[in-house]
């Protein structure tokens, strides 16, 4: 059984969000695989390739003397971008001011999504496939018989935990 160990990530203040959420990318082989491809183009993708950097460093051999990773750099490009500035959480507080890991999590991946879609990169729509999904309703009319589906694209789906109170899902 083969299991994968991470390295840590410097906290720099109220940072812990940043780790959960580079973490979690980290446990996304695909994205990897996406990132990889990006990061050859740094000076169009500059969010892509420092999130491939940070991934990069994260994965140690478990036989690795741990460390932890800088974010820095990570901060230093979203501070420096457009599309980050433009979003709600760039506007919450600094950096290093507490702040919810799924919205980091969410609005890091529509920034680098954005990045994708302006430079025209052939991954764009495996970033999208591996984030967005569509969810919906289906009504249908006991008179007619006619049914009408109700499409709503998504790109995180909240879940509530289950506790040992409830009777396990089948």
Same mark, same amino acid.
């Given at each position: 059984?083969?299991?994968?160990?991470y390295?840590?990530?410097?906290?720099l203040?109220?940072?812990?969000?940043?780790?959960?959420?580079?973490?979690?990318?980290?446990?996304?082989?695909?994205?990897?695989?996406?990132?990889?491809?990006?990061?050859?183009?740094? #000076?169009?993708?500059?969010?892509?390739?420092?999130?491939?950097?940070?991934? #990069?460093?994260?994965?140690?051999?478990?036989?690795?003397?741990?460390?932890?990773?800088d974010?820095?750099?990570?901060?230093?490009?979203?501070?420096?971008?457009?599309?980050?500035?433009?979003?709600?959480?760039?506007?919450?507080?600094?950096?290093?001011?507490?702040?919810?890991?799924? #919205?980091?999590?969410?609005?890091?991946?529509?920034?680098?999504l954005? #990045?994708?879609?302006?430079?025209?990169?052939?991954?764009?729509?495996?970033?999208?496939?591996?984030?967005?999904?569509?969810?919906?309703?289906?009504?249908?009319?006991?008179?007619?018989?006619?049914?009408?589906?109700?499409?709503?694209?998504?790109?995180?789906?909240?879940?509530?935990?289950?506790?040992?109170?409830?009777?396990?899902?089948?």
């Amino acid at each position: 059984l083969h299991h994968k160990v991470y390295a840590g990530i410097r906290n720099l203040g109220n940072t812990c969000y940043v780790a959960a959420a580079l973490h979690a990318l980290a446990a996304t082989p695909a994205l990897e695989v996406l990132l990889r491809g990006a990061a050859t183009t740094t #000076e169009r993708t500059p969010i892509a390739a420092a999130v491939h950097a940070i991934l #990069e460093q994260l994965h140690i051999s478990r036989y690795d003397k741990p460390t932890a990773v800088d974010v820095r750099p990570l901060q230093s490009v979203l501070d420096s971008s457009e599309e980050w500035r433009a979003n709600a959480l760039y506007h919450a507080g600094p950096f290093n001011s507490q702040k919810d890991a799924a #919205e980091f999590h969410g609005y890091l991946i529509i920034v680098m999504l954005s #990045e994708l879609n302006r430079t025209q990169h052939p991954q764009r729509a495996t970033l999208h496939s591996l984030y967005w999904g569509q969810r919906g309703s289906v009504t249908k009319c006991h008179r007619c018989g006619q049914t009408r589906t109700n499409p709503q694209p998504f790109h995180q789906i909240v879940m509530p935990l289950l506790t040992g109170t409830h009777p396990p899902v089948k």
